[in-house]
């Protein structure tokens, strides 16, 4: 089984609709919405002047949202339509973000920058097997005394059924999940249907992994709400939060990271 073939199908697919969506809402980023959120601004800090790789990084909004903010940012992602779409919208806004299509394990291949701070955000690492590997990827473009940071949904999130029912799946998943997806998280009765194959990692496995580098853990937080509407069975909070009805304070959503790479 070809996971990379399958997702990138899946996300060329997903992109066109993502576009258009009013959850990504192009047209007020282009009027100069950041597309970032507290969660993550707060762990980045004062980018201004940073070489910042965002890895997985869809259509660039969040790339693109930091070099509006002053940084030197190359966004990173599977998807070729992504990749597209974002190289054309970062021309039309005349931002200095730079976008490459690569697989996250190969792009030590193609890419020989180091980076102030590498980041990535909600999503993400469910689609990669493995974190051992992801996280030596990681390590690898750090400068040291640079730093590491995620946001990302948290795994018990991925535990439940899709309207959060039920527990249908591993907490400490060692195998691919395969599945058939209708629609999409942005629009979810769009007409497309395809394959996906993710992977359920734990907290430990992730963090671990950073550690196993060489990486200083400085920071591990956890959130009971997430920034995004996103799931099903959601109730928006009266400061803009979103957690899920009849769960809201009794799982965490959100959980974050922030790992600093020694100086030599």
């Known amino acids: 089984m070809n996971y990379i073939e399958i997702n990138k199908k899946l996300w060329d697919n997903k992109t066109d609709i993502h576009y258009k969506s009013d959850f990504y809402n ?28 965002h890895l997985q990084c869809h259509f660039g909004q969040d790339t693109m949202s ?99 029912k039920k527990i249908e799946f591993n ?20 007409n497309i249907k395809d394959k996906s194959v993710s992977w359920n990692h734990g907290l430990s496995t992730v963090i671990n992994a950073l550690l196993k580098t060489g990486l200083v853990l400085t920071d591990f937080q956890e959130y009971n709400y997430s920034p995004y509407d996103c799931f099903e069975n959601t109730l928006k909070t009266e400061d803009g939060k979103f957690k899920i009805k009849g769960l809201e304070d009794k799982i965490p959503m959100v959980y974050s990271v922030v790992a600093q790479k020694p100086e030599r």
């Open 26 to 53: 192009v047209e007020s980023f282009i009027q100069g919405k950041n597309s970032l959120n507290k969660i993550e601004l707060d762990l980045l800090g004062d980018v201004k002047g940073k070489n910042i790789l």
């Open 66 to 164: 930091l070099a509006r903010f002053g940084a030197l940012a190359t966004g990173i992602d599977l998807s070729g339509n992504a990749i597209e779409k974002a190289k054309q919208l970062n021309k039309k806004l005349g931002t200095n973000a730079k976008f490459i299509q690569s697989d996250i394990y190969k792009l030590p291949e193609v890419l020989y920058e180091k980076f102030d701070i590498v980041f990535t955000s909600y999503g993400v690492i469910g689609w990669l097997p493995d974190m051992i590997k992801w996280a030596k990827v990681v390590n690898h473009f750090v400068k040291p005394g640079g730093k590491f940071v995620i946001a990302e949904f948290h795994p018990i999130v991925w535990m439940f059924s899709y309207d959060f």
């Open 171 to 190: 907490y400490l998943e060692s195998g691919p999940i395969v599945e058939e997806l209708e629609g999409t998280y942005t629009n979810q009765d769009a």
